[in-house]
């Protein structure tokens, strides 16, 4: 019966890892870049390399963009406050004619460039956990769904191996392709299995709405207003469609302080500016806890009155926790390393399953005259190298791309994004196409792109290495420099080892 049962797990552990393998990398590999999420939109946009003063501005600085933004017919208007990792002001709000974000001088509070790329916190980030298709939740399903394949790989991964703790101890560099791959993945998966088993387990809890409908459908009636404002503490009453001035914001923050015992607000919100039914929203900060904790005070616009004081349920700061160990937004900077670290274990656990599933069945594929391998080879390539060249591309068409560019009516933006797509899509075809060559020539792409991002980041704003590293308030900066040029030394070293390698009769073959 165990050998049975084994077997059994040996099929599906190969099978989940060779169908959703390539989706899992691609999770793996922007949720790793998502650690420094906030990192790279400084790299990305040049204006926003400042640093936070000592002293926070009035609110009552932002008194005029709540009027400016009610005149425009804007139902909602926030304000993010700064802190180290981003240290902007974030406005944001829907007018009649679209969305409106703008990045604040922390200093004057006067709106900074137009940064033109949704660089980190709105593309890496959000593909994360979503590929950033949004259509009925599509994306949510997909990584939900590569998430619960991750939680069967880990399972099934231990009960494979027996031995999996010696094996932990087990690499043999000197052995042949086959066995040093084999002894990776099992030194990858042991390493990091705690981590991957949390991350994946905490991504389904995140998203429960989503995926587990019913926990909130049954106790809630289906009624997902009720559901958001007990559980979310979610305050709202309908517009008295009658205009009154809006009372002081500064007493309306002080009031916060004291109430968190000096503790700073995290976002002010003003639901239907300009209105007498108004509602300012003032959110608790946690950059300081794990748990990414809902504490909110509502307060009666006109007057200042506060109207509602909300604080998470224990079921729910539980849930917030979760979420606080998953997206890691608090500061720690040595957890948030070790969270990139075990990001990239994750990326070489899954890579090298694939290329253990390629070498395993190369000999008898070809034998049989199947293509089984061919296929799976080229989007082994795309799914690792390809998705590594784009977005390193992405980085490279931000420093290329000037600041109003525009093709066929897309915006700076989007041409970045476009830029990340198609690059991809190439990488797959080229795989296909070179399928001998393929993994030294996406190698040395990744190596040329990745110095290209630095000296370009360098020319176009001045912050090259040797001024980033001394500069407080440019860290940021040359740490993703200088993990561009790590990448590209570890890329092109790869690539003039597969190069020089013992040619493969068998993979000589395939590819005639």
Known sequence: MEPTFRASMNWLHTWTGVVLGGLLFAIFWMGTLSVFDREIDRWMAP?????????????????????????????MWTIVFPEERQPVYRENYRSKDGFVLRFLDPVTGAALPDPGTLAGTRFIFPFHYSLNLRVWDIGYWLVGIAGMAMLVLCVSGVVIHRKIFTEFFTFRAEKKPRRLILDLHNVTGVLGLPFHFMISLSGLIIFFSIYFPSVWQLPFDGKRELFNRETWGNYSRPKADQAAPLASLDDMVAEARRLWAGEEPFYMRVTNPGDAAAVVQIGRSYRDVVTMRVETLFFDAPSGTLLSRFETAPVVTAQRFISGLHFIQFQHWTLRWIYFALGLVGCVLIATGYLFWLESRRRKHTQLGLRGVSIVDGLTIGSVTGIIAATLSFFVANRLLPADATVLGAGRASLEMWVFYLVWLATFAHAWMRPHRAWIEQCWAIAALAVAAVVLNGITTGDHLGRSLLDSRLQAVGGMDLLLLIGAAVAALTALKLEYRKPDPVRARQHA
Do not use: H, M, Q
């Open 47 to 75: 204006a926003t390399r400042l640093v936070v003063p000592d002293d926070s501005l009035p609110a009552e600085k932002f008194r005029p963009a709540i009027e400016a933004a009610a005149a425009a017919g804007a139902t």
